[in-house]
T-cell receptor, first 113, second 113 residues
Framework: DTGVSQNPRHKITKRGQNVTFRCDPI?????LYWYRQTLGQGPEFLTY????????KSRLLSDRFSAERPKGSFSTLEIQRTEQGDSAMYLC???????????FGQGTRLTVV | DQQVKQNSPSLSVQEGRISILNCDYT??????FLWYKKYPAEGPTFLIS?????DKNEDGRFTVFLNKSAKHLSLHIVPSQPGDSAVYFC????????????FGTGTKLQVIP
């Protein structure tokens, strides 16, 4: 399977714990995006990378959130001191610069209890 | 501030008939528009896109119409098939391609056999 891969698919954590998600994009794609989706809403942009550079971050991305793409390949999204409001589906997508579409992974569903 | 709006949360259509999904946007800087389809437990998949220099784009059974003066776009599916039953997201970008994309809240389409 050469699509976008996200791990884990599901994560249940206690409030206050840290969690980290991983995204492996399509190998030749130089752009990588993170989104958050809650029930009844569309995906909300969080941040994106071009190669290893983080080019933009949404105001939704509080100081508890950090994303990295250290070698311009896979990316990680870490949430520190999780809160119940962080419960959501976290989606990753990748694309080639200059193209008109991005390919999404299946997402990581986070539940904070 | 919902810049991309899909005012119909759901739509039911008979198999073989036309499905029309609507989307309105408020930001006049948007110049590239996309439709994504999402099945349960899967990430969104790209369906069709349109640049603001066009007013229509077709791909098989799917046609997207753009009315810039009204800041409105629509997706037509003809003929509708049961496999089209999914949530459809309208999305918009300011960069002429896929970059920081803003998604609508989605319309759940049910095609009745």
């Amino acid at each position: 399977d050469t699509g976008v891969s996200q791990n884990p698919r599901h994560k249940i954590t206690k409030r206050g714990q840290n969690v980290t998600f991983r995204c492996d994009p399509i190998s030749e794609h130089n752009r990588l995006y993170w989104y958050r989706q809650t029930l009844g809403q569309g995906p909300e942009f969080l941040t994106y990378f071009q190669n290893e550079a983080q080019l933009e971050k949404s105001r939704l991305l509080s100081d508890r959130f950090s994303a990295e793409r250290p070698k311009g390949s896979f990316s990680t999204l870490e949430i520190q001191r999780t809160e119940q409001g962080d419960s959501a589906m976290y989606l990753c997508a990748s694309s080639l610069v200059g193209t008109g579409e991005a390919f999404f992974g299946q997402g990581t569903r986070l539940t904070v209890v | 501030d919902q810049q991309v709006k899909q005012n119909s949360p759901s739509l039911s259509v008979q198999e073989g008939r036309i499905s029309i999904l609507n989307c309105d946007y408020t930001n006049s800087m948007f110049d590239y528009f996309l439709w994504y389809k999402k099945y349960p437990a899967e990430g969104p998949t790209f369906l069709i896109s349109i640049s603001s220099i066009k007013d229509k784009n077709e791909d098989g059974r799917f046609t997207v119409f753009l009315n810039k003066s009204a800041k409105h776009l629509s997706l037509h599916i003809v003929p509708s098939q049961p496999g089209d039953s999914a949530v459809y997201f309208c999305a918009a970008s300011r960069s002429g391609g896929y970059q920081k994309v803003t998604f609508g809240t989605g319309t759940k389409l049910q095609v009745i056999p």
